[in-house]
C-alpha cells in the first residue's frame, strides 16, 4: 500500500523566497506531524495536527514557519522570508488513530536556501 | 520537559560481532521509547517500541532493546551484525505516546567485512 508521500523531495530557494512543502499521509490516518532535520542531527518537533485541528504548534522556529491540514488529510508546511538557517530535510509522518505509537515517516524534502 | 542522549555518534562492529546502541533518556513521567533507523534518503522506519509493558521488546531485523528504568536507559542491542544494518539509529521518547516524538542525535552504524 502507499506510504506517505512528500513532494518535492528537493527544493532550493534564493533567501527570502517564500516555500511550500506537501505532505500526503496514509489515507485514513488521523494524526499528521512535522519535523525539521538538521544536517547530522536528529529530528526536531515542529508541529502536530489531529485531523484538521492544529493541536501542537510549540516547536515552529518562528512565526515565518505556518502549517495548515484544512480537509484532514493533506499537509502544507509553509516558510516565509526563507533564511539560510532553514536550510534541512523537512519530514512528514502520520499515525492510524490518537492512540497509535508507531509514526510511519514520508521520505523527507530536502530545502536548500542559497 | 524530555530529552534523549545517544552515546557515540559512530559505532563500528565487524560483520557477526553483537551490535550495541546505547540511548539515556529523560522524562519527568513514564516514558514511551522507541528506535528508528533512517538508511540513506530515506524516511524512518520504527524498528521497536516501548509501551510501558514487557521491559525487553523485540523488533524487526532481529534487534531487542530493554527498558532500565533505574539507569533510565533503553539500549538497542542485535546478537550478529549483517552488512545491511549498516545505517543512522535514532532513539527517541514521547511523554503520551501519540504525541510528537523527541530524537536523540543519532548513531551511525558502521559493518566492517
Redesign the interface.
Known amino acids: 500500500g502507499a506510504?506517505?508521500s512528500q513532494s518535492p523531495r528537493y527544493k532550493v530557494a534564493k533567501r527570502g523566497q517564500d516555500v511550500a512543502l506537501r505532505c500526503d499521509p496514509i489515507s485514513g490516518h488521523v494524526?499528521l506531524?512535522w519535523?525539521q532535520q538538521a544536517l547530522?542531527?536528529?529530528?526536531?518537533?515542529l508541529t502536530?495536527f489531529q485531523n484538521e485541528a492544529q493541536l501542537?504548534k510549540s516547536?515552529l522556529p518562528s512565526d515565518r514557519f505556518f502549517a495548515e491540514r484544512p480537509e484532514g488529510s493533506v499537509s502544507t508546511l509553509k516558510i516565509q522570508r526563507t533564511q539560510q538557517e532553514d536550510s534541512a530535510v523537512y519530514?512528514c509522518?502520520s499515525?492510524a488513530d490518537?492512540?497509535?505509537?508507531?509514526?510511519?515517516?514520508?521520505?523527507?524534502t530536502r530545502l536548500t536556501v542559497t | 520537559a524530555q530529552s534523549v542522549t545517544q552515546l557515540g555518534s559512530h559505532v563500528s562492529v565487524s560483520e557477526g560481532a553483537l551490535v550495541l546502541l546505547r540511548c539515556n533518556y529523560s522524562s519527568s513521567v513514564p516514558p514511551y521509547l522507541f528506535w528508528y533507523v533512517q538508511y540513506p534518503n530515506q524516511g524512518l522506519q520504527l524498528l521497536l517500541k516501548y509501551t510501558s509493558a514487557a521491559t525487553l521488546v523485540k523488533g524487526i531485523n532481529g534487534f531487542e532493546a530493554e527498558f532500565k528504568k533505574s539507569e533510565t536507559s533503553f539500549h538497542l542491542t542485535k546478537p550478529s551484525a549483517h552488512m545491511s544494518d549498516a545505517a543512522e539509529y535514532f532513539c527517541a521518547v514521547s511523554v503520551a505516546g501519540a504525541d510528537g516524538l523527541t530524537f536523540g542525535k543519532g548513531t551511525h552504524l558502521i559493518i566492517q567485512p
Open positions: 506510504g506517505v494524526s506531524f519535523y547530522g542531527q536528529g529530528p526536531e518537533f502536530y501542537d516547536g519530514l509522518a499515525t490518537r492512540v497509535s505509537y508507531e509514526q510511519y515517516f514520508g521520505p523527507g
